[in-house]
């Protein structure tokens, strides 16, 4: 554990002093491209420094005339060891020489939350404390993901530079002094031995800064009706006991009217609530649950940190993740943003089926396939050639900020099913008439599922993934009545 002297809180007494350690190199501290460091939660309580290690190795990335007072922001989901690992990062970021953080309160921000106020506040980059859909608790998960100036995750050679950083590291530093008071809003300012200016620590509203960003982009009017008119959408909404609870609650509930008793697991525990915070089908039971009682018209769950989603309709009608980045695309009219910033191209992942293609091809606009990771989709934001994005691992968004975004996603679906007056299947099924049906899965039994009530005589397959990894040769036509007995993969 790192070395802890007294505590020492904002302003107080003499200078912190800024240590520096000794320590070893770990090998295996590799990013995994955007998504950062993952490994069981274990290993960075038991091994011997190996979270500041790697923060270490994320800092000394930065060139030193950029990191030198510069301003970053720290967000966590509020998974087990996020709290301890923020005071590491934030006595470290000191150390470091950085001069700002701001830090979401209590430690809690979502990834969409962080790429917003990196790009709002123009900060150098960000640190996100999650595993995204991961398990949390003792026996989970944690991870450390950087994002860059632009809001997005970090480019491959940042990621490797990271790496072979790690790989020889012998001393990091640090600040074990000075402790910051997550939960108070407002500035807190220390003085550092050797430094000419106070560290300054701000701590902000989680939900502040992204819901301001919110209201530019959606008519709030129009959802508002939508949830509180005399034909109002009953809607449940599962935050899974992630970081997205603060955020469901505040938007949809206090800004858009949507009933208290809409949102559910809304407190984001260490633990997720011993349930794995991915949004789909196998995961989200409670929620499919409810939908399929049919008292609510639309149903959405999102991951731990909040930039995946899963769209449910009455009866629990399942929207697949890549006909949902294809309805939201052929139904942008709707969105007060892109129809004053235009539609420029849109972007999907290999794997993601050729839906969003079509939609593409009868708009007029580009369409960029790119490997798998946000951070190829952040390229072409930051190029303009790109404005709405997605994978097929329920990830979508725009270029609004510089990450896949759950709750911007459920705010185009309630604009879509307002402006059309339509329910999530009627929505649907006009979008497998005009354009096709297509599909994508990643098991055999989950295709088997989605095949069933297909209206259509034969239906489009993108591409089916099997278990190794490989890829069936894609559209391939086949009988849309194909049941649970029949084997495509």
């Not at 709290?83 to 934030?90: H, K, N, P, W």
């Not at 991961?134 to 809001?151: A, D, L, M």
């Not at 709750?407 to 185009?412: K, P, R």
Request: proline letters at 6%; glycine letters at 10%.
């Amino acid at each position: 554990a790192p070395l802890r002297g007294r505590p020492r809180a904002a302003m107080e007494g003499s200078p912190i002093p800024v240590l520096t350690v000794q320590t070893a190199p770990y090998q295996d501290q590799k990013p995994a491209g955007g998504g950062g460091l993952r490994r069981p939660t274990g290993l960075f309580e038991s091994q011997r420094n190996y979270l500041p290690n790697f923060v270490q190795s994320l800092l000394s990335s930065i060139d030193l005339r950029d990191r030198q007072g510069c301003t970053m922001v720290v967000g966590s989901d509020g998974r087990y060891f996020s709290r301890t690992a923020t005071e590491i990062v934030v006595q470290m970021a000191a150390a470091n020489g950085i001069g700002r953080l701001v830090i979401g309160q209590n430690g809690i921000l979502s990834t969409p939350a962080v790429s917003c106020i990196i790009r709002k506040i123009k900060a150098a980059g960000g640190i996100i404390l999650t595993a995204s859909h991961s398990p949390g608790g003792p026996g989970g998960e944690f991870g450390v993901k950087f994002n860059v100036s632009n809001g997005g995750p970090a480019p491959d050679a940042v990621s490797d530079k990271i790496y072979q950083i790690s790989k020889t590291l012998e001393e990091y530093a640090i600040c074990p002094d000075l402790i910051v008071d997550l939960s108070r809003l407002g500035r807190q300012e220390f003085d550092l031995e050797n430094k000419f200016k106070p560290f300054r620590v701000e701590i902000v509203d989680s939900v502040d800064i992204y819901l301001n960003l919110l209201r530019t982009i959606f008519d709030f009017n129009m959802i508002r009706s939508l949830l509180t008119g005399p034909n109002q959408l009953k809607i449940r909404i599962d935050a899974m006991s992630g970081v997205m609870g603060p955020y469901v609650r505040r938007v949809l509930c206090d800004e858009l009217g949507a009933p208290a008793n809409s949102a559910i697991n809304c407190i984001p525990l260490e633990d997720f609530g011993g349930q794995l915070p991915d949004p789909n089908l196998t995961y989200a039971t409670t929620l499919l649950e409810a939908m399929k009682g049919g008292e609510y018209g639309f149903g959405a769950a999102f991951d731990a940190d909040g930039d995946r989603y899963m769209i449910l309709g009455v009866n629990g009608f399942f929207v697949n993740p890549s006909d949902s980045l294809a309805i939201i695309a052929a139904n942008l009219s709707c969105i007060p943003y892109f129809r004053q910033m235009g539609v420029r191209g849109f972007g999907r992942s290999m794997p993601t089926s050729t839906a969003l293609d079509r939609v593409a091809k009868s708009l007029k606009v580009p369409v960029y396939e790119t490997p798998t990771g946000w951070r190829f989709f952040s390229n072409l934001m930051d190029s303009g050639r790109c404005s709405l994005c997605g994978e097929e691992s329920f990830g979508t968004g725009s270029d609004h900020i510089r990450e896949k975004d759950g709750l911007w996603a459920v705010l185009v679906w309630l604009s879509i099913i307002a402006a059309r007056k339509q329910s999530v299947e009627e929505i649907v099924r006009d979008h497998w008439t005009k354009f096709g049906r297509h599909y994508y899965c990643r098991d055999c039994e989950l295709f088997s599922q989605m095949l069933q009530g297909s209206s259509s005589d034969l239906v489009l397959l993108a591409a089916c993934e099997l278990p190794s990894g490989s890829m069936q040769k894609p559209m391939k036509r086949i009988p849309a009545n194909m049941t649970r007995s029949h084997r495509l993969c």
